[in-house]
């Protein structure tokens, strides 16, 4: 049975630093695609990252250049390290990962399984 | 980046109505089109993909519809627990979700 279940989140100070991170079970980590999806209060599900099995990452605009993806394999766990923090980044984050399903034409892509989600505040 | 939005942001029904969402995006996506349903405290379960395939156990009171730029979320005969917020999302070009429409009882 595939499970992720995410840790780390917490109380931060604007510009600060926290790590997150998603320990999966049920199938190797570098077998799928990998995300972090994040819901800030009252607001929508909101993508933040991507790690490709082939180890390519790619972030939202939003974040880019302050959070980086990355796994371990050997732990079977995808993180997300979280610099410069701001106030806008309070949020609950989720690891999904990015099951592949095809039909008779095409192939697509979906969040399949999640976390229950580790809450991050960024707070003075 | 696309944007993706979703009409009306809230509404409410009685068990047993037939409920329409619709999703818009800003360029042609084709069917590159997930349904969402998320319920507080619980992680978000994947409905519907590719804008009109049912994931594997997923009522059939579920349905979905659309190419290109606009498209439906129907459930038919609303069931208790189908009270929870819908969400869409493309997949198109990276990955971007609608703002919800949350579907509460009357």
């Known amino acids: 049975e595939v499970q992720l279940v995410e840790s780390g989140g917490g109380l931060v100070q604007p510009g600060g630093s926290l790590r997150l991170s998603c320990a999966a079970s049920?199938?190797?980590?570098?077998?799928?695609?990998l995300s972090w999806v994040r819901q800030a209060p009252g607001k929508g599900l909101e993508w933040v990252s991507v790690?490709?099995?082939?180890?390519?990452?790619y972030y939202a605009d939003s974040v880019k250049g302050r959070f980086t993806v990355s796994r371990d394999n050997s732990k079977n766990t995808l993180f997300l390290q979280m610099n410069s923090l701001r106030v806008e980044d309070t949020a609950v984050y989720y690891c999904?990962?990015?099951?592949?399903?095809?039909?008779?034409?095409?192939?697509?892509?979906?969040?399949?399984?999640w976390g229950q989600g580790t809450r991050v505040t960024g707070s003075s | 980046d696309i944007q993706m939005t979703q009409s009306p942001s809230s509404l409410s029904a009685s068990v047993g109505d037939r409920v329409n969402i619709t999703c818009r995006a800003s360029?042609?996506?084709?069917?590159?089109l997930n349904w969402y349903q998320r319920k507080p405290g619980k992680a978000p379960k994947l409905l519907i993909y590719?804008?009109?395939t049912l994931q594997s156990g997923v009522p059939s009171r579920f349905s979905g519809s659309g190419s290109g730029t606009d498209f439906t979320l129907t459930i038919t005969s609303l069931q208790p627990e189908d009270f929870a917020t819908y969400s869409c999302?493309?997949?198109?070009?990276?990955?971007?979700f609608g703002q919800g429409t949350k579907v509460e009882i009357k």
């Open positions: 999904a990962r990015l099951g592949e399903y095809c039909t008779s034409t095409s192939c697509y892509r979906g969040f399949d399984y």
């Open positions: 049920g199938f190797p980590v570098s077998s799928d695609y």
């Open positions: 790690i490709y099995t082939g180890g390519r990452t």
């Open positions: 360029q042609s996506i084709s069917t590159y």
């Open positions: 590719a804008a009109s």
């Open positions: 999302q493309q997949t198109y070009s990276t990955w971007t």
